[in-house]
Every structure is written in C-alpha cells, then in structure tokens.
C-alpha cells in the first residue's frame, strides 16, 4: 500500500516499527521461555536422578528389612514385636521349630560334661513309650554349649543331639513317630566295657571297699 502511494510514509513507520517491535519482542520472549524450560527441566532431571537412587537405596536396604530362616518350620515363643518397632542387634524375637527334624535338648551337670565330645554316640528313652516293648532311638550329638545356664539353683550346659530316625516299632510290626514336646532320658556312650571288666571291677570293690564312694 506504501508502494503504491495508499498509505503515507509516516504511518508505514509507524507500522513498520511497531512490527519490527512485536517480532523482536516474541523472540525475545521465546529465548526466555526456553531459557526458563530448560532450567526447569535441568532441575526435574536432578530431582529425578535423587529419587532414583534414593529408590536404589531403600531396595537395596530392603534385604535388611526381612529376616529369613534357613529350614521351615512352626514360630514359637514369638516376643509380640510390633511393626515400626527397633530391633536391638542380640534380640530374640521367636523361635523357630523345625518341620523336617527334631533336636534333642538335654541339660548335662558341670561334671559330665567332660565325658560328652560332638558326634558322640546316644540312645534315647523316651518316657512315653516302654522301652522294654519299644526299644529305643538312638542318635548323635551334634552341639555342645560352650557356657552354663543357671536356672534357680541349678547349673548345666545345654547339649543337643539328632535322631537318626523318629521311628518306633513294636515286635508286631506297628510303628509310630515321636513328636516335638517329648520327654526322654539320654543315654551317652561313653566306653565300651566287657563283662570281664564289669567282673574284675566288683571283685576290685569287694577287695578294697575305701575306694567306694557314694
């Protein structure tokens, strides 16, 4: 329209300055809005590379969180710890019975225990089956406790055995299993004597009754 003389020179100035303006302006405002994206996202790309490896943290963390037993079996005497509680390192929180075998726990005075020594030979009685008509269990020992347990006015080191087998079996042919909560007596093997031993000790108590001792 300037060109073709519509328009005075004056007002295309003006026209032409206040599109010039607007133009300079918009880049101006493009450059400041990416300039403001950017930090943005520079931020956001922080803030996401702190979560995940506050994330890789905690998952790492997590194997702390989760006891896990090494054999399966029934809780008991579980303490009542509730969640979001502290654990204390040391501090028993259950115990666990094992499904797939027993232990035998027998509590042995001070002065028998020396006689006792790991993988020593025992034999069990239990008291709810005659063992005249029953027979016995026998196993090992497999643990001995290294410190003594004080209970009232008893003292006695915690001995533990295995069963070689849970089995009992009348001369009939019926069978039957033991079960956790049994009570039996041990019998530890501790040397084999011959009945000319066995003779030769009486006869020797007969002949020098000072050494019998009761």
């Known amino acids: 329209?300037?060109?073709?003389?519509?328009?005075?020179?004056?007002?295309?100035?003006?026209?032409?300055?206040?599109?010039?303006?607007?133009?300079?302006?918009?880049?101006?405002?493009?450059?400041?809005?990416?300039?403001?994206?950017?930090?943005?996202?520079?931020?956001?790309?922080?803030r996401l590379k702190s979560l995940n490896g506050a994330v890789a943290k905690i998952k790492a963390e997590s194997v702390n969180y989760v006891v896990l037993a090494p054999i399966s079996g029934t809780i008991e005497n579980f303490s009542g710890v509730q969640i979001g509680s502290f654990i204390n390192a040391s501090q028993p929180i259950a115990t666990l019975s094992a499904a797939d075998y027993l232990i035998v726990e027998n509590n042995v005075s001070p002065k028998d225990i020396g006689l006792i020594q790991k993988s020593q030979k025992v034999k069990f009685q239990l008291d709810a089956f005659n063992y005249n008509q029953w027979g016995l269990l026998e196993g090992k020992v497999i643990d001995i406790d290294h410190n003594i347990t004080i209970q009232g006015e008893q003292a006695f080191f915690k001995v533990r055995c295995a069963l070689d087998s849970k089995e009992l079996q009348v001369k009939s042919g019926y069978k039957t299993n033991v079960s956790k909560g049994m009570t039996l007596t041990t019998r530890y093997t501790i040397a084999r004597r011959s009945l000319f031993d066995l003779l030769f000790d009486k006869v020797d108590d007969w002949l020098n009754p000072k050494q019998i001792t009761t």
């Open 1 to 46: 329209m300037y060109d073709k003389d519509i328009i005075a020179k004056a007002e295309y100035e003006k026209y032409d300055y206040e599109c010039r303006f607007t133009k300079h302006a918009l880049q101006s405002y493009v450059r400041q809005q990416k300039s403001t994206w950017e930090n943005q996202k520079r931020d956001l790309e922080e």
